[in-house]
C-alpha cells in the first residue's frame, strides 16, 4: 500500500514541476520584452522567483526522491526503459539547472536573450516529458 502512496506522490511531484518547466520560460518570453527597471519588469522577476523557489525546485526533489524508491523498490534499476528514463530525467533537471540560471540573470538585469530564445527553450521540457512519458508506459526495451 506505502507504494501507491509512494507512487501518488510522485506523480503530483511530476506533474507540479512540469507545470512549473513549461510556465517559466513563457514568464521570461515576456519578461525578455519589457524593458529594465520598470515595474512590470520587477514584477516578472518576483513571478519568476516565486515559481522556481516555492513550487518548481521542491517538486523537483519530490519527484526524484519519490521516484529514486520507486526505481529501486519496484525495479531494482533493472531494465533499459529506466535507464533511458533516467537519463531523461537527468536531461529534464538540467533544463531546470539552466531555467534557475536564466531567473538569476533576469534578476540582475542581466538577460542578454530575446524572447525567442525563451520561445525555443519552451519546447525542451515538452520534448523531454513525451519521451519519459513513452518510455514508461510502453517500456519498448
Known amino acids: ?20 518547466l513549461l510556465y517559466l520560460p513563457r514568464l521570461m518570453v515576456y519578461h525578455a520584452e519589457t524593458p529594465t527597471g520598470t515595474p512590470q519588469s520587477e514584477t516578472f522577476k518576483v513571478m519568476e522567483r516565486r515559481l522556481l523557489k516555492a513550487i ?7 519527484a526524484w526522491a519519490t521516484g529514486l524508491y520507486l526505481a529501486y523498490a519496484t525495479f531494482q534499476f533493472k531494465g533499459g ?4 528514463k533516467i537519463f531523461l530525467v537527468l536531461a529534464m533537471t538540467a533544463a531546470h539547472g539552466a531555467q534557475a540560471a536564466w531567473v538569476k ?37
Do not use: C, Q
Not at 518548481?56 to 519530490?62: D, N
Not at 526503459?81 to 533511458?84: G, I, M
Open 56 to 62: 518548481m525546485t521542491p517538486a523537483m526533489l519530490v
Open 1 to 20: 500500500m506505502i507504494d501507491l502512496w509512494i507512487k501518488a506522490l510522485h506523480v503530483l511531484g511530476v506533474i507540479s514541476w512540469m507545470a512549473g
Open 81 to 84: 526503459w529506466l535507464h533511458a
Open 105 to 141: 540573470n533576469f534578476a540582475a538585469d542581466a538577460n542578454t536573450r530575446g524572447h525567442k530564445f525563451y520561445r525555443i527553450a519552451n519546447e525542451v521540457p515538452t520534448l523531454l516529458m513525451v519521451g519519459i512519458v513513452i518510455l514508461v508506459i510502453v517500456k519498448p526495451f
